[in-house]
């Protein structure tokens, strides 16, 4: 856990065990990387993230210029990766070492909050490279000696590389969609593995999307809904609510999982929710 909560230390032990991950460098303070960039030490682009206390998008920056604000706390500075995709891989491990993982999933990341907004499964990338993003999820979850289950996050680069870029030690916005679309859901699994149980199978019952439903821009307040009927009306729709009282912009407030027999037929069904429903306050 010190280790995870930690991005500096995450870095540091994707490059001991020899998994793959972008680049880095640490600094202390924004001063320091100022010095770094005026000395040449360090190119722009980059991508600052703070070592500690970053999540949802939050502790995370691109900067594109010497001019830019940069967060003054300890962090990780990374170059800033061409990507084509990004994805992730659920995996599971009970104490016996047996491990399982779940199909992987792609990511779409809404282009101002930096939160999912659309996660589709299975993701669009060739069998190989879903094969070759399970074992580095297997890897992982056996370096750090894990029993429960573990969220790994990939860069997919342009030039096909998978690159990790963080993890998360437990059921994971990521693996919402396994609730309704696998034999056995992330929470179940969880469980399983942490008591020592037969891990339950991953397998797809159906391809599946999962939309977060975020608050809307500039409402703050006792939350309200808007067309959940409407939603609700489109075949293989799944609501789930979190039952917060009060939204607030972009703040997470429930998600939307929808199963269709096709991956394409799924997304433009869930396309549709995310255009229905409005997560806004009571007047």
Same mark, same amino acid.
């Given at each position: 856990? $010190?280790?995870i +909560? !930690?991005?500096?230390? =995450?870095?540091q *032990?994707? &490059?001991?065990?020899?998994?793959?991950?972008a680049d880095f460098?640490?600094f202390?303070s924004?001063v320091?990387?100022? $010095?770094?960039? +005026? !000395?040449?030490?360090? =190119?722009l682009? *980059?991508? &600052?993230?703070?070592?500690?206390?970053?999540?949802?998008?939050?502790?995370?920056?691109?900067?594109?210029?010497?001019?830019?604000?940069?967060? !003054?706390?300890?962090?990780?500075?990374?170059?800033?990766?061409q990507i084509?995709?990004?994805?992730?891989?659920i995996?599971?491990?009970?104490e016996?070492?047996?491990i399982?993982t779940?199909?992987?999933?792609?990511?779409?990341?809404?282009?101002?909050?930096?939160?999912?907004?659309?996660?589709?499964?299975p993701?669009?990338?060739?069998?190989?490279?879903?094969?070759?993003?399970?074992?580095?999820?297997?890897?992982v979850i056996?370096?750090?000696?894990?029993?429960?289950?573990l969220?790994?996050?990939f860069?997919?680069?342009?030039?096909?590389?998978?690159?990790?870029?963080?993890?998360a030690p437990?059921?994971?916005?990521?693996?919402h969609?396994?609730?309704?679309s696998?034999?056995?859901?992330?929470?179940?699994q969880?469980l399983r593995a942490?008591?020592?149980?037969p891990?339950?199978?991953?397998?797809?019952?159906?391809?599946?999307?999962?939309?977060?439903?975020?608050?809307?821009?500039?409402?703050?307040?006792?939350?309200?809904?808007?067309?959940?009927?409407?939603?609700?009306?489109?075949?293989?729709?799944h609501?789930?609510?979190?039952?917060?009282?009060?939204?607030?912009?972009f703040?997470?407030?429930?998600?939307?999982t929808v199963?269709?027999?096709t991956?394409e037929?799924?997304?433009?069904?869930?396309?549709?929710?995310?255009?229905?429903?409005?997560v806004?306050a009571?007047k």
């Amino acid at each position: 856990m $010190q280790i995870i +909560q !930690d991005k500096g230390l =995450q870095k540091q *032990f994707y &490059q001991q065990h020899q998994l793959p991950s972008a680049d880095f460098q640490l600094f202390s303070s924004a001063v320091q990387l100022h $010095q770094a960039i +005026q !000395d040449g030490a360090i =190119q722009l682009p *980059f991508v &600052q993230k703070t070592r500690t206390a970053g999540y949802d998008g939050k502790g995370v920056s691109i900067i594109r210029h010497a001019k830019d604000e940069l967060f !003054d706390s300890p962090c990780v500075v990374e170059p800033l990766v061409q990507i084509e995709k990004e994805l992730a891989v659920i995996v599971a491990r009970n104490e016996r070492g047996a491990i399982a993982t779940y199909p992987a999933v792609e990511m779409v990341f809404h282009p101002t909050a930096n939160l999912v907004e659309l996660l589709a499964c299975p993701a669009r990338i060739k069998p190989e490279l879903a094969q070759q993003a399970a074992e580095i999820a297997k890897n992982v979850i056996t370096a750090f000696d894990i029993c429960g289950l573990l969220a790994v996050e990939f860069f997919l680069t342009t030039s096909g590389e998978l690159l990790i870029n963080e993890v998360a030690p437990r059921p994971h916005n990521s693996g919402h969609h396994t609730i309704e679309s696998c034999f056995t859901s992330q929470f179940e699994q969880h469980l399983r593995a942490i008591l020592n149980l037969p891990l339950g199978s991953t397998d797809l019952k159906s391809p599946a999307v999962m939309v977060n439903l975020l608050g809307a821009p500039h409402h703050y307040g006792n939350v309200t809904y808007l067309k959940i009927a409407d939603a609700l009306s489109i075949k293989g729709v799944h609501l789930h609510l979190y039952g917060k009282t009060s939204t607030a912009p972009f703040r997470k407030m429930g998600h939307a999982t929808v199963l269709a027999a096709t991956l394409e037929e799924a997304i433009a069904n869930a396309q549709q929710v995310q255009a229905l429903i409005e997560v806004v306050a009571e007047k």
